[in-house]
């Protein structure tokens, strides 16, 4: 028997056999150093953004109204009061917190997969003092910022319609950039699986689409079989939701949702570092 | 010696075995050549120097600390000019560069002197504001030479730096690259190309299936193979030609 400090001892930088793990490839950082680099990366998302955020801000502005006007106000003449809100007004908190989970899915999914792939920007970057880790850490915080940004973006119309009746929904923002942090970890998870572009059609249409439709959002998941409202409890963007909608009636008992997404970003942000960083990296 | 490497193995996750016990040092202020053909493991080698991934097994230290334990402060004393040019398209060359120089922390204001003094040397400073897939493939290995040295490196590290490029751009590459290393800058590099081993480097290992087959000054190398020129060597010390 060898013990483990005597195995890693031994083993030297490239593992005993088969894939390197992520900390042989950041060559000796603490995670606090890769944690204050990951700025770098954030910003040269930022420079990037800038160039093209006009049109972008357009869209995000009007397709949430588009939801609302389209499935809400079509639904609403059928369904009464849901625990007391409008339809237009239960759904809205969900359609906010959306936001979050597609600005993370989209910048982790296609974007990552094409600086990777065909870019080659984190080649580049790591013939810097960056590594792996700080690289996709940016890229976390990259896109929990686009979820803060593009969910402010929403918030405006749907407050001036008058939807929210409270101003604690502001909270959801917070609620939502936890809701963006784990859609990039999935995206990220995703992506280091991807072999081909068209393989996120696999992503969005067998997770992300039914995460989105059984989420609670267009109606109370106590109208769902037991089974599967038991399925819901366990997915990240329920409680997102139901967080977003105690909040929008002013309601901060959003505790038990809140310690929920958070665990979740400790468990599922180390994962997608794992299993991307031997795709950054083949080694 | 600035880089130093004792019996270094790479094994990819593929099974293939690229490096196979390479040994070698490098002196600080020379120009070093790993001359080799295609899939000789060069890039492979490089890019372990580079702290891009560690060895399989061996040593290597590089400026005096190990890839494994130190590889963000050796990153920063290292310009890095990659074989395939992997300049950001979505950006500008000034933008290229800019952000560059942030990963490396240098200071707002140096950057921007540095910026001006780089596109300068490498006579793009008419392209400064163009998008980088709006500028030639010669042009854009100007902006990767550039980029690899903004952070005033100790050593340079080129991988097939003429690769692709036209004789202008690859004279303005030479003759930058001999001026960085009369300042003193360590110059290792990587090249099939026999002349560009010629001109530039005071040693030349040769590499041919993850090995150092031989190892001398380009004068050493003539004379103890009794030949005229450099691919004359070559055809002796490997057998086999290369292709261009
Ligand atoms: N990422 C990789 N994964 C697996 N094998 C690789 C990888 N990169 C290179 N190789 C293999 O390693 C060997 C050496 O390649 P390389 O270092 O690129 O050679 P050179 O730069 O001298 O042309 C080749 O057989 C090549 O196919
Ligand atoms: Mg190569």
Redesign the interface.
Same mark, same amino acid.
């Given at each position: 028997m060898i013990s483990l400090r005597t195995y890693k001892k031994n083993r030297g930088a490239g593992g005993v056999e088969g894939r390197i793990s992520t900390a042989d490839l950041c060559g000796g950082n603490s995670i606090w150093k890769d944690l204050y680099d990951s700025r770098l990366l954030w910003m040269r998302q930022l420079t990037v953004f800038r160039k093209t955020y006009k049109v972008g801000l357009v869209i995000r502005f009007f397709e949430p109204l588009l939801y609302l006007f389209a499935i809400g106000l079509g639904i609403s003449t059928y369904v009464g009061k849901i625990n007391g809100l409008t339809y237009i007004e239960f759904i809205a908190p969900g359609i906010l917190i959306t936001t979050a989970m597609w600005a993370a899915t989209y910048e982790t999914s296609f974007a990552i997969y094409t600086k990777i792939h065909y870019q080659r920007t984190y080649e580049a970057i790591l013939a810097t003092p960056m590594n792996v880790r700080s690289i996709i850490i940016g890229e976390m915080a990259w896109a929990g910022t686009k979820a803060i940004l593009n969910m402010t973006i929403v918030m405006i119309p749907l407050a001036l319609m008058g939807l929210f009746h409270s101003p604690y929904i502001i909270v959801a923002i917070f609620v939502g950039f936890l809701v963006g942090l784990i859609y990039s970890a999935f995206g990220i998870i995703a992506t280091s699986f991807i072999r081909a572009m068209d393989h996120y059609g696999i992503y969005s249409t067998f997770f992300i689409m039914p995460l989105f439709m059984f989420s609670g959002v267009f109606y109370p998941i106590e109208n769902l079989p037991n089974v599967l409202a038991f399925f819901v409890y366990l997915t990240p963007l329920y409680h997102g939701v139901e967080a977003a909608r105690l909040l929008s009636v002013g309601d901060l008992g959003i505790m038990l949702h809140v310690v929920y997404l958070l665990v979740m970003v400790v468990l599922l942000v180390p994962l997608a570092l794992r299993r991307i960083s031997g795709r950054i990296v083949v080694a | 010696m600035v880089v130093s490497a004792k019996n270094l193995n790479?094994?990819?996750?593929s099974g293939t075995e690229a490096i196979r016990g390479i040994s070698f040092d490098i002196k600080k202020g020379e120009i070093y050549g790993f001359l080799g053909p295609n899939g000789a493991g060069k890039s492979t080698l490089i890019k372990m120097i580079?702290?891009?991934?560690?060895?399989?097994?061996g040593e290597l230290s590089v400026l005096g600390l190990?890839?494994?334990?130190?590889?963000?402060?050796?990153?920063?004393c &290292?310009g890095?000019m990659?074989q395939?040019n992997? &300049?950001?398209?979505? &950006?500008t060359v000034f933008?290229n560069l800019y952000?560059?120089a942030?990963?490396?922390?240098v200071p707002r204001k140096k950057r921007l002197e540095r910026i001006d003094e780089l596109l300068k040397l490498v006579g793009l400073e008419h392209k400064r504001n163009a998008r980088v897939t709006q500028i030639s493939g010669g042009q854009q290995r100007r902006v990767v030479l550039a980029r690899?040295i903004i952070?005033e490196p100790k050593i340079l590290i080129l991988d097939e730096p003429s690769a692709g490029l036209d004789p202008h751009s690859r004279q303005v590459v030479w003759s930058i690259v001999r001026d960085l290393n009369a300042k003193g800058c360590t110059v290792i590099l990587t090249t099939h190309y026999m002349k560009e081993a010629e001109e530039l480097c005071h040693r030349i290992a040769f590499v041919d299936a993850g090995k150092i087959v031989a190892l001398d000054t380009p004068e050493g190398h003539l004379a103890a193979n009794n030949a005229t020129d450099l691919e004359d060597v070559y055809l002796k010390t490997m057998g086999s030609s290369l292709e261009e």
């Open positions: - | 790479k094994r990819y996750s580079s702290c891009y991934f560690p060895a399989t097994s190990d890839p494994n334990k130190k590889a963000s402060k050796i990153k920063r &290292l890095i990659p395939d992997n &300049l950001d398209p979505d &950006l933008e952000l560059y942030n990963y490396f922390s690899s952070n």
